[in-house]
T-cell receptor, first 114, second 115 residues
């Protein structure tokens, strides 16, 4: 069975500071990994994904994530936080090549202080 | 850019009533999904649908739930007799069937409130 653990339900950073949102997964098969962002009262928007190939993936809005198989991690980072990054971030996993229902983590709410 | 749309954005209903949530997936997509998010909790998979039949469903998707693709564009989720605990945000998602392309595109959601 697959699962996703997001450490920290709430992360607060200052504007301009590094953003690090942690995600660990468990999967019995090579996973596909995703980060989605949810702004208040909106749906889920794909930030980035890892399927195969390069383990460092870049997404929208300056975010990137690195797939580390040995650590079963897929942490999300951004060098410099912006006020507009305040949102909830969800890490998700699906078995690679499958029908693709996503297993989500509980989410991390990011707050950005001026 | 094509997007998944959902109607209504907010549905209020009385316990025991039937509700139908509607979704229009992206036009060339072939896999369709429903997820739900109870307030303050994580997004949970309900059901996937392909080739006019259910591909996979979770434990949440019991006999009270059904899905249908009544025409070439709509994808619906029906809850036959709503319960208080069905109150949640329901998201529709769709995916194109191309090997190695597993991105699901989500709609904006329908907030269901059961009184």
């Amino acid at each position: 069975a697959q699962s996703v653990t997001q450490l920290g339900s709430h992360v607060s950073v200052s504007e301009g500071a590094l953003v690090l949102l942690r995600c660990n997964y468990s999967s019995s098969v090579p996973p596909y990994l995703f980060w989605y962002v949810q702004y208040p009262n909106q749906g889920l928007q794909l930030l980035l994904k890892y399927t195969t190939g390069a383990t460092l993936v870049k997404g929208i809005n300056g975010f990137e994530a690195e797939f580390k198989k040995s650590e079963t991690s897929f942490h999300l980072t951004k060098p410099s936080a912006h006020m507009s990054d305040a949102a909830e971030y969800f890490c998700a996993v699906t078995p690679g090549g499958s029908q693709g229902n996503l297993i989500f983590g509980k989410g991390t709410k990011l707050s950005v202080k001026p | 850019e094509p997007e998944v749309t959902q109607t209504p954005s907010h549905q209020v209903t009385q316990m025991g009533q039937e509700v139908i949530l509607r979704c229009v997936p992206i036009s060339n997509h072939l896999y369709f999904y429903w997820y739900r998010q109870i307030l303050g909790q994580k997004v949970e998979f309900l059901v996937s649908f392909y080739n006019n039949e259910i591909s996979e469903k979770s434990e949440i998707f019991d006999d009270q739930f059904s899905v249908e693709r009544p025409d070439g564009s709509n994808f619906t989720l029906k809850i036959r007799s709503t319960k208080l605990e069905d109150s949640a945000m329901y998201f529709c998602a769709s995916r194109v069937l191309v090997l190695g392309t597993d991105t699901q595109y989500f709609g904006p959601g329908t907030r269901l409130t059961v009184l």
